[in-house]
Each structure stands twice: as C-alpha cells, then as structure tokens.
C-alpha cells in the first residue's frame, strides 16, 4: 500500500483490488487515510477491503470504505478479521492458545472472504457506534499512549543502552520514521503506533514510558522478520515496475 502514497493511480489491468490493514485505535492507520484520500480507481475495477483487530474494527473500516466508495463505480466489499492483538502500549501478547484460536478462525474467515470476493456476494454494513463509546474509547487510548490524541506525532520511543545499532527497526518501520545515525537511533513525527520496532527489536532495546520492560512481545508465527522488511522494501518496487511494463505495453 506505500507505493500508493506517491503514486495512487491503481494500474487499469487490475480487475480486483483488495486493501488490508489493521485496526488503529478504532481507525484505519493515518496513513491509509491519508493514502485513501488520493486513490484513482477505473471504472471496471471492485475494490474489497479487509481489516485485521482484536476485537472489534470499530471505524475502521466504515472510515475507509466511506472514502471509498465515491471513487468506485461498484459497491466496497469490506470484511473483518479477528487476529491477537500487538498494542504494547495496553497490553502483553495474548496466551498461546488463545492466539491459536484466534489463528484457526482467521484462516476459516480468509476462506469465507475469498468466496464472498469471488461471488461478489454483498455484504451487510454494520452501523456506526454511537459518538458517545468513541469519545470514551479514543480518551482510554489517549491516556495509555500519554498524548492528547491518538494522531499526536510527539515521538515517545527511545531506546536504551541494550541498543546494538543493528538496523533492525529502521528497516521494519513502514513509514521510514525511524532512522539509525551515528549518533545513534532516532525516531521521526510520523509514528503510525503499529509496535513493530518495539515488538520486533531482539535486545529489547526499545522503550516506551507505559510499557513495563518484562511485557510480553508478540510476532505472528507464520510471520518472519525477513516477511517484515520485504513487505516495506520489495512490494513497491514490484508495483511500480507492474505499472511501468503496463505503460510500455500501451505505448506499443
């Protein structure tokens, strides 16, 4: 989806485009939106969207299809999936067979999913929660976060002197708000709070002041680091190569 950011026209040989993300305090990730915003759909193209939480989505997904929706000429398919959830902030990683249970449900819903995909078989839109539970619920994040709002780019991670400078999380920030320099690890204004650096670090070496240092860390296990940092470098490039063979074939 980064690739989408600098260049939001989606190539017209796609039939199908699917977008996935996770849950962001109840919101799709600032940057989706932001990516959201700026999207170019042709005319023939259905468009699905697929939003990981643990618990519920909330607006997540309504927010994006919202967005949407006045660029597709057909109906966004949206779906939700249940996964564990990584917010470091509020909690440690679930129990093993908990996030079992929650891995076994997922790959049933991936198939219901590509059925209703397939089919193009609509599916019900839930209501909005009312303001008032997202009023409460956005100030519990705020609180656990120690920012006013979820939004604030006020950098709160740092790191300890248990700090290699081995590159890890510069590679594994999708948003590139981390940088590793010689004076050492340095983190931007552009944090999406996905956990990844905090999760992902192998000395533990990042910090934040709500998260106590024996908290439990949590990686999907079909997930590797290297599946981590491919998806920030690899997808791009190949999207953007896609578009370009696309134009030369137009052009001939």
Not at 134 to 159: A, C, K, Q, W
Not at 184 to 207: E, H, K, T
Not at 233 to 246: F, I, M, N, T
Request: proline share 8%; hydrophobic share 35%.
């Amino acid at each position: 989806m980064m690739s989408l950011k600098v260049d939001p026209e989606i190539p017209p040989e796609y039939d199908y485009i699917g977008f996935v993300f996770p849950t962001c305090f109840g919101h799709p990730p600032k940057v989706v939106t932001e990516i959201g915003e700026k999207l170019i759909f042709e005319s023939h193209q259905r468009v699905f969207i697929i939003v990981t939480c643990g618990g519920s989505n909330i607006l997540a997904l309504s927010d994006f299809r919202k967005q949407l929706e006045p660029k597709t000429a057909h109906a966004v398919q949206g779906f939700s999936v249940r996964l564990p959830g990584n917010h470091l902030v509020g909690f440690g990683a679930w129990s093993e067979k908990r996030q079992q249970k929650l891995f076994e449900g997922a790959r049933k819903s991936a198939k219901e999913i590509a059925y209703k995909i397939r089919h193009e078989i609509p599916v019900r839109k839930k209501p909005d929660p009312p303001l008032h539970f997202m009023t409460f619920l956005s100030e519990t994040f705020n609180g656990r976060l120690g920012v006013e709002n979820i939004h604030s780019m006020v950098p709160l991670y740092d790191t300890t002197d248990a700090c290699t400078r081995c590159g890890i999380c510069e590679k594994i920030c999708p948003v590139g708000n981390i940088k590793l320099t010689h004076d050492g690890v340095l983190f931007g204004n552009n944090c999406q709070q996905c956990m990844a650096c905090i999760q992902w670090c192998p000395n533990r070496a990042i910090s934040h002041p709500n998260v106590p240092k024996d908290r439990k860390r949590y990686h999907h296990p079909d997930i590797t680091l290297e599946d981590m940092i491919r998806l920030n470098s690899g997808y791009p490039c190949a999207l953007r190569s896609q578009k370009e063979d696309s134009s030369e074939r137009r052009e001939k």
